[in-house]
């Protein structure tokens, strides 16, 4: 095994439905996840880690041990954690899969960048719900999952997650591009919802 392929060490921060499905996929591909909740004693969650191979800690521990951090918490609760999360973060490769549903700007890309500014930084995970993430396929098509964020060592790790889950990973650009991926979120919402496609519609590129 390369250094290339050698599992990553993730935190996910975040005990909800997306955080979860995400860690049973990353653990059944070999990964080791540690889930960081204000509550790690929490009972349920507990029983859910040692069912999947995971762990439970605080949020700062499980960032402090991590490469690769999830950040799957609700987004209106980011203003208060990414200032407590961002002397952890640095160096290392962030995932913000949250949604700040009801501000102008979903996701918190530039308060990432500015508080833990050498942290390599990624939208992903945001555009579609959980349900997809545990079953990629649609008929005998495996959806995509478009993605934001810089080239290099971090975008390999995002997208080795990406394919962990079964999708398809779709670079999309830098996080100037951040937006695009906060506009299918709109668009997975009201196809879902407004247009009764259901929570399993996603996306996928086609091309010539």
Do not use: C
Request: charge should be negative; avoid cysteine; charged fraction near 15%.
């Amino acid at each position: 095994m390369t250094s290339s392929d050698s599992p990553l060490r993730i935190a996910v921060v975040g005990g909800g439905v997306i955080g979860r499905t995400l860690a049973e996929a990353w653990t059944r591909s070999g990964n080791g996840v540690t889930f960081g909740v204000r509550r790690p004693q929490d009972d349920d969650l507990l029983q859910f880690a040692a069912g999947v191979g995971a762990n439970v800690a605080s949020i700062e521990t499980a960032v402090a041990g991590a490469d690769t951090v999830l950040l799957a918490i609700a987004g209106d609760a980011m203003p208060e954690v990414v200032p407590q999360l961002a002397p952890h973060l640095a160096g290392k490769t962030v995932i913000d899969a949250t949604n700040n549903v009801g501000s102008p700007v979903l996701n918190s890309i530039a308060d990432l960048n500015a508080l833990a500014p050498t942290a390599r930084v990624y939208r992903a995970f945001n555009t579609v719900g959980w349900e997809n993430f545990a079953d990629p396929t649609y008929g005998d098509t495996v959806g995509d999952l478009l993605y934001s964020g810089p080239a290099g060592i971090g975008q390999r790790a995002v997208e080795r997650l990406i394919g962990d889950t079964g999708l398809r990973p779709v670079h999309m650009g830098d996080n100037d591009k951040a937006h695009l991926a906060d506009a299918l979120t709109a668009l997975w919402f009201t196809l879902a919802f407004e247009q009764g496609y259901g929570r399993g519609v996603g996306f996928k590129v086609l091309t010539r």
